[in-house]
């Protein structure tokens, strides 16, 4: 990459030429920005891709009304780049663990697509869409937008009830007598002994004894869209419905306790010193030129008294990350739990995470920041899971344009006809 730039590379092709090498590596935890300053500016600028869109069984659709197009049109072709193309050169700005791809893809319907569109292709007038529309081919030419008039766009986008619903955190139903359906949209909900935690820990502990009270036979965990969050509280869930002891992780190491370049480090709350300071309290075991975790910081948990013991689906997607997959790989790795949907972009062995660290970039002031302890997660290995990839569902469903437009959700109908079928 580095004998690629020339005079004439730009500030976007450098960005491009770094991120090849950042992408490279495979963590989820890998970010690299512009400065606030540029973005803003940026932002202000007619130049961005105009409406959402969804990566939907290898085709591009169109996800929101938008002078004429309607929601479920396949996009073609935009300037003509074929759609694949397209979302190939889109979706790489989105970082996933290995060589996982489908969350690659879905970063396509997300409201980083005006972002990545512009690093993919830089500054546009407008856009030229050929695209199919009940059977008929046809073609819209579309002024580029500022970010805000996309994001307006982006508020009237298609959305499955389960996606509505992300602003709350957790909520436990029953979708039927014998079946209760848990919904966690994310593990960001506090550190543990915080209030949010207790809370968090509460409704567990209502919601399992209510299982238990009420004999039920089958209990569905959605996780969809879980994006991650902050330990443990995807340990505490899997508590509940895992038979054996276990930890986080099997092993944990970072690199030592020099941090390079100590001038452009950008620690917000902290200082270089401090880092240094907690991480020789959580990494005191040195071999070689690995410092591995202090087991302290790697307790034994034990499985709940209230734990279900009956039969678990768990739904999963290509956004489900960091410490969802983290819970999404447990609870394959147990091999008690049916695990339907998509590959994850968390890895099923092992990740990148704990400390993240940002540099900015002397010369260009880019924003780079990356996680510095490589953890193996407490997990067996599977024939089906292959190092590198996310985790493989047991049943893969993907979500079909009939089933999406008449906002039937395929995924757990699915489920609920496993179980169903079952019984």
């Not at 997607?317 to 972009?345: C, N, W």
């Not at 990740?351 to 990356?370: D, E, K, V």
Request: hydrophobic content about 30%; aromatic content about 12%; charged content about 25%.
């Amino acid at each position: 990459q580095r004998k690629k730039i020339t005079a004439q590379t730009s500030y976007r092709d450098f960005y491009q030429l770094l991120w090849k090498v950042i992408d490279f590596t495979g963590s989820l935890h890998n970010n690299l920005d512009y400065p606030d300053s540029l973005q803003r500016n940026l932002k202000k600028e007619n130049i961005f891709f105009p409406l959402p869109l969804r990566y939907m069984e290898g085709a591009l659709l169109v996800n929101a009304p938008y002078k004429g197009l309607q929601v479920g049109d396949q996009i073609l072709s935009i300037n003509g780049i074929d759609s694949q193309v397209f979302a190939q050169d889109v979706g790489q700005f989105r970082s996933t663990d290995g060589y996982n791809t489908t969350g690659k893809y879905a970063a396509l319907q997300t409201q980083k697509l005006a972002d990545y569109s512009y690093l993919a292709y830089g500054r546009q007038k407008e856009f030229i869409l050929r695209y199919s529309s009940k059977g008929s081919i046809k073609s819209i030419r579309l002024a580029a937008t500022d970010h805000s008039t996309f994001e307006k766009q982006y508020e009237k986008r298609s959305r499955l009830e389960v996606e509505q619903k992300e602003q709350n955190l957790y909520f436990f139903e029953f979708l039927e007598s014998d079946i209760g359906y848990l919904r966690v949209s994310s593990f960001a909900i506090g550190r543990e002994g915080s209030p949010a935690y207790k809370d968090f820990a509460a409704f567990l502990g209502r919601v399992f004894k209510e299982l238990k009270q009420q004999k039920t036979q089958n209990l569905i965990v959605d996780i969809r869209g879980n994006g991650g969050g902050i330990d443990p509280c995807e340990l505490l869930l899997y508590s509940y419905m895992t038979s054996r002891k276990f930890r986080e992780n099997t092993q944990a190491y970072t690199r030592g306790y020099h941090f390079p370049f100590p001038e452009q480090l950008r620690l917000p709350g902290t200082s270089v010193a401090e880092q240094v300071a907690e991480a020789k309290k959580r990494f005191t075991r040195p071999q070689g030129d690995r410092y591995y975790q202090n087991p302290a910081y790697n307790p034994v948990w034990k499985p709940h008294p209230d734990r279900f013991k009956h039969h678990i689906y768990v739904l999963i997607d290509p956004f489900v990350a960091s410490a969802a997959s983290h819970y999404a790989a447990m609870m394959k790795s147990d091999r008690k739990a049916v695990l339907i949907g998509q590959e994850t972009s968390g890895g099923y062995y092992g990740h990148t995470g704990h400390y993240n660290i940002t540099y900015q970039l002397p010369h260009t002031g880019l924003s780079l920041s990356f996680s510095v302890v490589n953890l193996e997660q407490d997990v067996r290995e599977l024939s089906d899971q292959k190092p590198g990839r996310g985790i493989i569902p047991d049943h893969t469903v993907e979500q079909r344009l009939e089933d999406y437009i008449e906002q039937k959700d395929r995924v757990l109908n699915y489920t609920l006809n496993q179980i169903r079928n079952r019984n």
